[in-house]
């Protein structure tokens, strides 16, 4: 699929706004269930999937392009709020707030490493020339992992 394509995070309206070429679409709903969310704080599109920072279901959820749900991350990792996501062809990276640490995972939704390390109420990740940016609220600042 080519075009522009592009997400937004509505946070008090418990959705997802998606604009392509064909026009403006929603998805999403206030809940718990797969597929539904509590006050969405961050989105991505990578690998044509829609990933969610699901920030009061303290988790991620990820959707194909249409908004159709596929499997959700890291609900058995207690994660406090998940404010922050990032991903690459390979891994997939979360702000958890609350717990001051960013959770590595895999696509499959295995998590395979946890970042502490310099953090302190990190809210927001990005991937840059194998660098992570990781912003960090309390302190105002931001840490840089480097491979």
Known sequence: MSGSFTAVADFYN?????KNDSGTYT???KG???GELFYPTDVKIINNKI???DAYNNR???FNREGKFISTIGEKDSINVATGI???ANEIFVTDSGNNRVLIYNW???RIATLTKSLNYPIDVFIAKDKLYISNFHV???AVYAD
């Open 108 to 110: 499959n939704g295995k």
């Open 140 to 142: 105002g600042n931001i």
């Open 86 to 88: 990032d991903a690459d």
């Open 32 to 34: 718990h269930k797969n």
């Open 60 to 62: 991620v959820q990820v």
């Open 27 to 29: 998805f999403g709903k």
């Open 14 to 18: 418990h959705r997802i706004i998606v």
């Open 51 to 53: 990933i969610v920072a």
